[in-house]
Each structure stands twice: as C-alpha cells, then as structure tokens.
C-alpha cells in the first residue's frame, strides 16, 4: 500500500501543472438527419400517402416502431467518457410532427434521460421539419422563435423555417439554429440561389442575435444540402476554415470543411461524399481553444459519427450510410446520412 502511494505521489509531481490544476466537465451538442421519420396516418394529401399503409412504401407500425428503434439506439450510441449521458443538444430534421419525436423520446434507449422536445409545424409541403431534443438537466431554454424563407418573385415557395432555441448550457448563454435548407432538386448550380438565399437569412438572425446580446454563444446546424465550400455555407452564411481567421464575435467557424478535404462526409452518391450535416460557432467558443483555461464553453472537436452499424455493409453501396429503404425495399436501415457531433468543454471551478 506504501509504494502505491508513493507511487500516485510521483506520478501528480510528474504531471504539468496546468493537467493539475484544470479540470474540464464536456458536453455534446449533435445533430441528425433522421431520414423520413413519419407517423403512418395520412395526414397531408398527396405528399402523405407515401408514407401510410397504402402507399408505395407500405409504411406500416412494424416499420414505423422498428425505424424508431433505430434512431433511439443511435442516439444512445453517442456516449463518451466524458459525456456518459450522450448529448446535451440534438438538433434533427426530416421530422413530419411532435408526435414522433414524443415517440422518439420515449424509446427504452432514451427514456431515463428524459430528453424534452422543442418543435413547429412549419409550412413544408412535404410536412418535414426540423425540431430540437435536449437533456433539461444541462440546457434549460429561455426563449423560441422561427423564421420562415421567403424567395423574392417566387410566393408559393415552401421550405423548413428556421428553429432557433436561446437557452443556459453551462451557465452560457447559447442560441441555437436548426435548418434544412432546400434541396438540390433541378440542378446542384440551377437550385444553389435558394440555399444562398437560406445562408444569408441564418447570416442575418446570427447578426441580430449578436447585437442583441453580443456576450452569447451561437451554435448553427443544420442539413444544408451544400457542403462547406459552396457559396451558401461559405459566402452566405459566412463560414471559415480556419480557425485563425475568426477573431470578431460575429466570425464563423466551420470544422467540417478540412474533413471533407480528407474524404470523411456525412453522405455519398456514385462514390463522392458529401458533408451537407454541419454545426458551425460563432467565435465565442473559439477564444479559449489554445488556452489551458477555459472560462466560457470552449469548442473541443468534431466527428463525423460514422459508426459502423451506420454503414451498408456489401454491394456497391458498401461504407454509405445504411437507409431505411432502397429502391422501394425496406432495409430496417437507420437513415441515408451519418450524424455530426462537437465537443465543447468549460473548466470546473
């Protein structure tokens, strides 16, 4: 017993000071497309039936709870020692109502940790909107708005509004935007003006929460449909890739744009990979990164949750996010995008 104790002795003298004098608590803040997450009852006509009993892909309860499954043991896979009790924040498009995600939550892999739900119906005409999950041990909201898109000369225009949660995270003051921006339907260069158009409206909601209270963190995230080098992430939205260049409180900084330089992304087609899945900060997270000291949420890292139960595993589509259909065959898959996730860490006083 002696010698374990000088031996732990030695080993404190041994470590930095810094290591023994700074201790860090983590939290995740993720998100998720769930690819297609609806109920079976047709409610919404035409862009409904699809996904009903008697429709094409014959969406029934068997199906529906299994996908639900699905997605609940995903999001119980998210665990680090640090962050025993997975995320803090789950922002998740591809939702068609409260209902689901009341399900989602309810899931045996997710009901001790007692995620409350931040949602709105917006005027999509598929009925898909994005919502918000988050553990009220950690993040407790204090305010809820949404913006919708409107395109100029184009009225009968329809997408997701945009969620923004303002809430506490750490005894930080953190707003957090939720988007899925248009599709590239038509055309990646025909249909880029909608994308830039949903990147300059996030440009202006994080200038005005900025001048609001230019002492908050925000957080954007989102299915953009663009990667981090297109003109609606980049130019629009403002994203930079590195992080030296972001030293205003209203600079982006946006990790994902040197892992698709790698080849890492969040889904791919005919062999190319894409990272549409995206959660960029505003410098308010990056002033301590290089610092031993983290007084504030400080940014830590990102990772592509590329777990390999997430992955197809044979056929030309070996290594792709495994969905929950293919060409009209169920697949009890998971969903045809990979989740993101960043690790931000305050210093425990």
């Not at 068609?96 to 995600?101: G, K, M, S, Y």
């Not at 005409?125 to 918000?132: H, I, K, P, Q, T």
């Not at 949903?198 to 609001?212: E, F, K, V, Y």
Request: aromatic share 10%.
């Amino acid at each position: 017993m002696k010698k374990l104790i000088l031996l732990a002795l030695a080993v404190l003298w041994l470590m930095p000071a810094w290591a023994q004098e700074h201790r860090y608590n983590m939290y995740g803040v993720m998100f998720y497309n769930l690819e297609n997450l609806f109920d079976t009852i047709n409610n919404n006509g035409i862009y409904d039936r699809e996904f009903s009993p008697e429709g094409a892909r014959q969406w029934n309860h068997d199906k529906y709870w299994k996908k639900q499954h699905n997605m609940a043991y995903t999001i119980a896979q998210i665990t680090t020692k640090g962050t025993p009790d997975g995320p803090a924040i789950i922002g998740v498009s591809e939702i068609e109502n409260i209902t689901v995600l009341q399900d989602l939550v309810r899931q045996p892999e997710l009901k001790n940790r007692r995620y409350q739900i931040v949602h709105h119906d917006g005027p999509d005409r598929r009925g898909v909107d994005v919502g918000l999950l988050y553990n009220p041990r950690l993040f407790k909201v204090l305010n809820v708005t949404n913006q919708r898109l409107v395109i100029e000369g184009n009225p009968n225009f329809r997408t997701r509004d945009q969620l923004c949660v303002t809430g506490m995270l750490a005894g930080d003051k953190v707003s957090v935007l939720v988007n899925h921006w248009p599709s590239r339907l038509g055309g990646e260069e025909a249909s880029s003006y909608l994308r830039e158009a949903a990147g300059a409206m996030a440009r202006r909601t994080i200038d005005s929460l900025l001048r609001d209270d230019p002492n908050q963190g925000i957080i954007f995230m989102g299915d953009l449909n663009d990667d981090p080098q297109n003109k609606s992430c980049a130019i629009a939205l403002g994203g930079k890739r590195e992080l030296k260049d972001c030293s205003l409180p209203n600079d982006i900084y946006n990790p994902w744009w040197k892992l698709l330089d790698k080849g890492i992304g969040t889904l791919a087609y005919r062999g190319q990979w894409n990272l549409f899945d995206q959660i960029v900060m505003t410098q308010h997270f990056l002033q301590y990164y290089d610092s031993k000291e983290k007084p504030q949420l400080t940014f830590s890292r990102a990772e592509v949750l590329n777990r390999d139960f997430l992955k197809t595993v044979e056929g030309d589509r070996q290594g792709y996010p495994m969905r929950t259909y293919s060409g009209g065959v169920f697949l009890n898959g998971y969903s045809d995008h990979f989740p993101t996730i960043i690790y931000l860490v305050k210093e425990i006083k």
